[in-house]
Structures are given as structure tokens and as C-alpha cells.
């Protein structure tokens, strides 16, 4: 594919910003467009840089504005449909979630058909998946297993309805007779530097005199670094590219982990930043059943008190299900027909998310020493 271009959508986010870092290096790619909601100061100047390389086009916009996205969307070659609403504790609306990660996903889809773009690759989650239940073990997972969420929570609820659609659309005729060839790819957990996620439970155990708080330790899971993720991505671009593989690929989804170590989330968090002497908790945890029917009783009490008041539970039965279950999965499908292979070690992403959580730990003791002088 001479000359083409390729629009991101979350391009400021965790996950977009490594994917356009690594499309930049790309062949014969002309035009990346950036599109998200609003840059941050320090996304903006790590684009700039980039522009040197390649005409990076950044815009902000929402993802429901169908005149702004067809705009985005004249002359593209490539979709990749990385923006959409994470929460996981119930701190957004259901309504927001659902519009974002489900209308945009549609809305985006049918502007792509409008303006023939011929790709689309969307940037799904394990969630769509599961886990539904504590009990049941899934290890090595495989897209054969036809596993699939059974939560009406937002989160898993919209990816999982948006990802159906995108898969659905794959051969949509577009506007200049040609064919929409879709894909999905369903990350695991993803940590790595700027992992909003990983920021909260260090940032919580500095505050914690150094103490990171167990919620997950029966979890057995498989979490994945965002630059492998990105380069998945990349991977299935250059499939859907390929005019031999595209029929087989499309309408296709693909697990995409790498070589971390399966372990428990509070493991993994612990791994990444004993080095700055942060210590994991040792106290005993309450037992899953209990757990469990504990977040039912806190749900009842939200839903109870709605009309009058918005309570939010600290933690929820779907929320004890994610964070306690035994939920681990291949990568061998997406090694088979993208020829995904881990563009980065264990050792290499732990090195470079523990220096980055080195930074935050420097920064926090900066912050405490400014405030007793």
C-alpha cells in the first residue's frame, strides 16, 4: 500500500501514544492523524518531536461528532480504534461508558464505510472474556474457547456489544466498492510506564508508608506491556495490509500477552517497585465467598439509596471476580496468523517500568520534603 495514511483514535492515551511511536517508523506511511479528546502538555511535546519524522496531524475531538470524524476519517487508509472509557469502579456513568465505547464505536464504523477507509482495528479487552466467576479456572486460554462476559457492568458490557459490532462489519462494501476488512485484538491487563493504574497502587503505598495493600492475591493472570501491545497492533495492520492474508484475518480477534510472568496482580505490583523499597502486605485476607457477598450487600445498599443518594461501593462482586480469578491466555493464534512475537523481554519491560515508578517514588519524596521546610 503506497502513500497511505492512518488515524488513531486515543492517540494521547496510555496505549495510543505507543502505537504512533512505533507507526512512525512504518513504509511509505505519508500522514498519521492523532486524534483524542485533549492532549496533555507533555503528549503534545513528544508529538512535536515526532513531526520531524513524518506529518503527524493532532486533533482534538469527540468521538460522537460525526462531522469531526468524517473529517478525520477523508483520505485514510487505516482505523485503529484505540479510545474508550476504562472503569472499573463505577466512578463514571454508565450512560458516558456506553455512548463512548459503544456509539463511537459504531458511529466510527460507519463514517470508515462513508470514506471507504479499507481498515479497521479495534483495540478491544480481556474483559470481553471474562472472568464471571472466581471458581472457574482458565488457563492458556484460547480463541476457540468461545469464552465471553456475562457482566452487565459498563466496561466489559460496551467492549464486548462494540467489538461484536466491529467483527460484524468486516466485508461492509464502502462507497468506492471496495471491502471494510476488519480485526480486534483483546489485550490482557496492561502495565508499563504511565500506566494510570499502576501509578494509583504505588502512589496509595507511598502513601501507606511504603505498603502496598493485597486485594488480588488469589489471581493468577498474565499481564502484558503496552510496547508488545503496540506492536500488535502494528502487526495486524500490516496483515490486514497484505491482500493474501486479509480475507483470513478479517472479523478475526486475537489474545495479545507476552512473556511476563503469570502471577497475581498485587506479585506483579510488587515486582515492579520492591526496588525503591515498597514492601507488600502481609496481613490475612478475608475469604473469597466472603468477599464476594460482601460487594452484593454493598450493591444493594447503592442501589437502594440511588434516589437520594449516590453511594459508591468500595468494591463490588464484579470487581472481586476480576481482581481473584484464575484467567491466563495465549498468544499462539496471534503469533500464527500476525506473526506476533514479544518486541519486548520480561527484563526488558520490568527495567523500564521500575525506573519509571523509580521516578514517581523520587518525585512523591520531593513533594513530602517541600512541605515540612
Known amino acids: 500500500m503506497s502513500g497511505w495514511s492512518c488515524l488513531v483514535t486515543g492517540a494521547g492515551g496510555f496505549l495510543g501514544q505507543r502505537i504512533v511511536q512505533l507507526l512512525v517508523k512504518e513504509k511509505e506511511l505519508q500522514e498519521i492523524r492523532a486524534l483524542d479528546k485533549v492532549f496533555r502538555p507533555e ?46 469502579t463505577g466512578e463514571i456513568s454508565r450512560e458516558t461508558i456506553m455512548k463512548v465505547n459503544l456509539k463511537g464505536t459504531q458511529l466510527l464504523l460507519e463514517v470508515c464505510a462513508q470514506a471507504s477507509v479499507p481498515i479497521f482495528i479495534y483495540t478491544s479487552t480481556i474483559e470481553v472474556a471474562g472472568p464471571n466467576s472466581y471458581r472457574e479456572i482458565i488457563q492458556n486460554g484460547q480463541e476457540d474457547d468461545h469464552l465471553e462476559s456475562t457482566w452487565t457492568s459498563p466496561y466489559p458490557y460496551s467492549k464486548r456489544l462494540a ?15 471496495g471491502t471494510l476488512h476488519t480485526c480486534a ?63 483470513s484475518i478479517g472479523g478475526q480477534f486475537y489474545y495479545i500477552s507476552d512473556d511476563t510472568p503469570h502471577q497475581s496482580y498485587d506479585n506483579l505490583n510488587y515486582a515492579l517497585s ?62 500464527r496468523d500476525l506473526g506476533y512475537e514479544p518486541l519486548f523481554s520480561w527484563e526488558e519491560a520490568k527495567q523500564k517500568t521500575v525506573e519509571w515508578i523509580g521516578s514517581i517514588v523520587k518525585e512523591y519524596k520531593e513533594t513530602l520534603k517541600a512541605k515540612t521546610h
Request: aromatic letters at 12%; hydrophobic letters at 45%.
Open 185 to 247: 485484538l483483546r489485550p490482557m491487563y496492561i502495565y508499563g510506564e504511565g500506566s494510570i493504574f499502576l501509578y494509583g497502587h504505588i502512589y496509595q503505598a507511598l502513601k501507606n508508608n511504603g505498603v502496598l495493600k493485597q486485594n488480588s492475591k488469589f489471581s493468577l493472570v498474565n499481564p502484558v506491556y503496552v510496547g508488545n501491545v503496540a506492536w500488535a497492533h502494528i502487526l495486524a495492520l500490516r496483515a490486514l495490509q497484505d491482500p493474501k492474508k486479509a480475507p
Open 274 to 335: 520492591k526496588e525503591w523499597g515498597i514492601a507488600l502486605e502481609s496481613r490475612m485476607s478475608l475469604p473469597l465467598c466472603l468477599q464476594y457477598w460482601l460487594g452484593f450487600l454493598l450493591e444493594t445498599v447503592s442501589f437502594l439509596l440511588r434516589p437520594i443518594y449516590k453511594y459508591q461501593p468500595p468494591f463490588t462482586r464484579h470487581m472481586v471476580t476480576l481482581l481473584n480469578s484464575v484467567f491466563t491466555f495465549s498468544y499462539k493464534k496471534a503469533q
Open 43 to 88: 503528549v503534545r511535546e513528544e508529538f512535536s518531536k515526532l513531526q520531524s519524522k513524518i506529518k503527524l496531524t493532532m486533533l482534538e475531538g469527540d468521538i460522537l461528532d460525526e462531522q469531526y470524524l468524517k473529517r478525520a476519517c477523508q483520505g485514510t487508509s487505516v482505523v485503529i480504534h484505540a479510545a474508550s472509557v476504562i472503569d472499573v
Open 163 to 177: 467489538e461484536k459490532a466491529v467483527l460484524a462489519a468486516n466485508g461492509w462494501a464502502l462507497q468506492n466498492g
